[in-house]
């Protein structure tokens, strides 16, 4: 078992900035990748941004691609999205969550345990 922790979440004006983290705890070992991905009321989830675990490899959705930067740090087993320029339309619960199994980094499918999530409004 992997559990998840999100936080960094808040209220920002339009254009600000927020850095979401994600700490990882529990069989963290044993992993491929890390994902970020986003709920808006009303909407589907929808990936966001993604971080193989070995090599550091990147993926965004053209959405944020540009304002969003993940990144990890290894030692702390932990994730971050910094968010630049944030948009009205960026507001969702953020989640993270953890591929164990090599797979495709955009299927939120893929990936086996989530965290609760972390809320974040942007106000125009």
């Known amino acids: 078992q992997v559990q998840l922790v999100e936080s960094g979440g808040g209220l920002v004006q339009a254009g600000g900035s927020l850095r979401l983290t994600c700490a990882a705890s529990?069989?963290?070992?044993?992993?491929?990748?890390m994902g970020w991905f986003r709920q808006a009321p009303g909407k589907e989830r929808e990936f966001v941004a993604g971080?193989?675990?070995?090599?550091?490899?990147?993926y965004y959705a053209d959405s944020v691609k540009g304002r969003f930067t993940i990144s990890r740090d290894n030692a702390k087993n932990t994730v971050y999205l910094q968010m630049n320029s944030l948009k009205p339309e960026d507001t969702a619960v953020y989640y993270c969550?953890?591929?164990?199994?090599?797979?495709?980094?955009?299927?939120?499918?893929?990936?086996?345990?989530w965290g609760q999530g972390t809320q974040v409004t942007v106000s125009s």
């Open positions: 969550a953890t591929m164990v199994v090599a797979g495709n980094v955009r299927a939120q499918s893929e990936f086996e345990f």
């Open positions: 529990g069989r963290t070992f044993n992993r491929y990748a």
């Open positions: 971080i193989r675990w070995s090599g550091g490899r990147t």
